[in-house]
C-alpha cells in the first residue's frame, strides 16, 4: 500500500471515530444490559479526572453522644468505633450532627415517642430496611445503644427461619423441613392467602395447606428451631427474658414443648383453625438459648418468635434483602392489625431506597416510586396511628462509568423525592446520603483505612455500618436530648 493510501486510511479512520465521540451521549449508548461509553475529547486530551466527596472530617469527626453526660457506658462487644469523650463541649460537638430533619407535626409525633421512652416500662422499635441492614447491621449497635441507656434485652422478634448467612445478634438452627414464604420478590403461587405476619414473610415446615381442599391426617409432621446467644453480640442481646410465638393457619392441633436451660419450661398445643395466635411463655434467669419442637398432622404459619425482655427497649430487625419497602399494603390488614396491636410498637425506622436506584431511568419512575412509598407509610399510619415514623434514605450508591465508580445519576432526586414523601405525611427524615458525604461519597468509604463500605460500592462494611448506626443514634439522641431541654 502506498504512503497516501495508508496516511488516507488513517485520517478516515481518525475521523469516523471523531464523529463517533461527538455524537455519542454522555451517557453513553444502551444496548441491552450493557453501556457502550466512548470518551469525550476533553478526556483524550487532559484525562478523565472524578473528583470524590473528601469524608476525613466526617469520620473524623464522630463522636458517643451519651459519653458528654453521665451514664453508663456498656463496653463488653469491644471494637468501639471511636474514642470516648469525656467531658467535652457538648454545644460544640453537636454541630457535627447531621440532624434529623422534621415538620411541626413530625417533631410532635417524634416528641410523643420520645414521653413513652422516658416514661414507659415497655417500648418497642421496629426497623425495617433492605439489605443495608441485614444481618442486624445497624440496628444491632442502635439496639445496644438504646438497651443500655433505657433498659432492655434480648433481640426482639426473629423469622421462624433465618433467610441470611450471618446474624450477629444471635445463632439460630433449624430442621431441614423449613421452608420460608416472602410476600416480596419472587411470591410462592401457590399461597392462597395474603397473611403474611408484619415481618413480610412466614415459614412452614409441613406443606401449605389449602383452604379449598379437604384436609387429610395422614403424616405426622415434626420440627425443630433453636435460637441462641452469639458470643460475638453485644452482651444485653444475650439475654432472653420472654418468648412470644406468632403463628396460624394449622389445620389440625399442633404439640410444640419449649426448652430452655436443658429443661422443658412449656408443653402447649397450638390452635387449629385459627389464622392468628400468639403462645407466650416466661423463660426462667440467664436464658441464652430456646429451642421449640413441634409435631403434628400439620404445621403452622409462624411469622415470628420474639426473644425479648418485658421491660425496657425492645428493637427488631426486619430485614428485606431485595425490597423496595412496599410489601404493607401487600399483606392482609386485619391480620397485620392483629400482629401489631400485640406488638404496639411506638417507633418505625424505614431504611429502603436503594434497591430501586439501578432501575430508575427517568423523572416519571421517580415519581412512582414516591406514590407507592407514599401509600405504605399511610398503611403504616392507619394500622399503628399513636406510632411515630422516621424515613432513612438511601445510601450513596456507585455504578461504573467508563474507569470510575460514580454516584447512580437519579440517587439524588430518589433521595428528595422520599424526603418529600417522608415530610409529607409528618414523618421525620434522616438524610444518610447527605450525612455520608453526599455525591460521589461512597469511593471513598471504600478506599478508607480499614475500609468502611464493601467492594460492591453499595453495602457498608461491618465497621462502616457501625460508623452509620452511631451517627444516626446520635441525630436521635440529640432530639431527645433537647425534647427533655423543652419538658423542664
Not at 444490559?33 to 475529547?41: A, D, I, L, N
Not at 417533631?107 to 443495608?132: A, C, P, T, W
Not at 399442633?254 to 402447649?268: E, I, K, P
Request: some cysteine.
Amino acid at each position: 500500500m502506498k504512503p497516501l493510501h495508508t496516511l488516507s486510511f488513517i485520517l478516515g479512520v481518525i475521523t469516523l471515530l471523531a464523529g463517533a465521540m461527538w455524537l455519542m451521549p454522555d451517557d453513553g449508548f444502551e444496548m441491552g444490559e450493557m453501556t457502550f461509553h466512548m470518551p469525550t475529547f476533553s478526556e483524550m486530551i487532559i484525562g478523565d479526572d472524578v473528583e470524590y466527596a473528601d469524608v476525613s472530617e466526617i469520620i473524623s469527626q464522630q463522636f458517643e453522644i451519651d459519653s458528654l453526660v453521665n451514664i453508663e457506658m456498656d463496653t463488653t462487644a469491644g471494637d468501639t468505633i471511636v474514642e470516648v469523650v469525656h467531658r467535652a463541649d457538648y454545644d460544640t460537638l453537636v454541630q457535627s450532627i447531621h440532624r434529623i430533619e422534621m415538620t411541626e407535626q413530625s417533631k410532635e409525633n417524634l416528641y410523643r415517642f420520645f414521653g413513652h421512652l422516658k416514661s414507659d416500662s415497655l417500648v418497642r422499635i421496629m426497623h425495617y430496611g433492605d439489605s443495608q441492614i441485614e444481618g442486624d447491621r445497624i440496628t444491632s449497635f442502635i439496639r445496644n445503644k438504646l438497651q443500655v441507656k433505657f433498659g432492655g434485652t434480648g433481640v426482639g422478634l426473629r423469622p421462624a427461619l433465618q433467610p441470611y448467612d450471618y446474624i450477629f445478634s444471635a445463632k439460630q438452627l433449624n430442621s431441614d423441613n423449613w421452608k420460608r414464604y416472602p410476600i416480596y420478590g419472587k411470591v410462592d403461587s401457590t399461597v392462597e392467602h395474603s397473611r403474611y405476619g408484619v415481618m413480610g414473610a412466614f415459614s412452614r415446615y409441613a406443606p401449605l395447606a389449602s383452604d379449598t381442599i379437604p384436609f387429610k391426617d395422614s403424616i405426622i409432621y415434626e420440627a425443630e428451631m433453636n435460637v441462641s446467644k452469639s458470643d460475638i453480640s453485644y452482651k444485653r442481646t444475650r439475654e432472653y427474658e420472654n418468648m412470644r410465638l406468632f403463628y396460624g393457619h394449622t389445620k389440625r392441633p399442633v404439640s410444640v414443648q419449649l426448652m430452655a436451660r436443658g429443661d422443658t419450661v412449656l408443653t402447649d398445643t397450638l390452635l387449629p383453625d385459627t389464622t392468628y395466635a400468639v403462645l407466650e411463655c416466661e423463660l426462667p434467669d440467664s436464658t441464652s438459648s430456646v429451642t421449640l419442637k413441634f409435631s403434628g398432622y400439620d404445621g403452622p404459619d409462624v411469622y415470628g418468635i420474639e426473644l425479648a425482655s418485658k421491660q425496657g427497649v425492645i428493637v427488631d430487625n426486619i430485614a428485606l434483602r431485595g425490597s423496595s419497602g412496599t410489601i404493607f399494603t401487600k399483606a392482609d390488614y386485619q391480620h397485620s392489625l392483629k400482629m401489631y396491636n400485640d406488638l404496639n410498637p411506638k417507633f418505625f425506622i424505614l431504611q429502603f431506597g436503594g434497591n430501586v436506584i439501578p432501575y430508575i431511568k427517568d423523572k416519571k419512575a421517580i415519581e412512582r416510586y414516591g406514590r407507592w412509598f407514599d401509600s405504605q407509610i399511610k398503611r403504616i399510619n392507619s394500622l399503628c396511628p399513636d406510632a411515630a415514623i422516621l424515613v432513612i434514605g438511601p445510601s450513596d450508591m456507585s455504578t461504573k462509568k467508563k474507569d470510575n465508580y460514580v454516584t447512580y445519576k437519579h440517587l439524588p432526586s430518589v433521595v428528595e423525592t422520599l424526603k418529600q414523601v417522608a415530610l409529607e405525611n409528618n414523618c421525620a427524615y434522616w438524610d444518610m446520603y447527605q450525612a455520608m458525604g453526599g455525591y460521589n461519597s461512597m469511593p471513598s468509604w471504600v478506599n478508607a483505612q480499614p475500609e468502611l463500605a464493601r467492594p460492591d460500592y453499595v453495602h457498608f462494611s461491618a465497621r462502616g455500618a457501625r460508623v452509620v448506626a452511631n451517627m444516626f443514634y446520635n441525630a436521635l439522641i440529640l432530639e431527645y436530648n433537647n425534647y427533655l431541654e423543652e419538658e423542664m
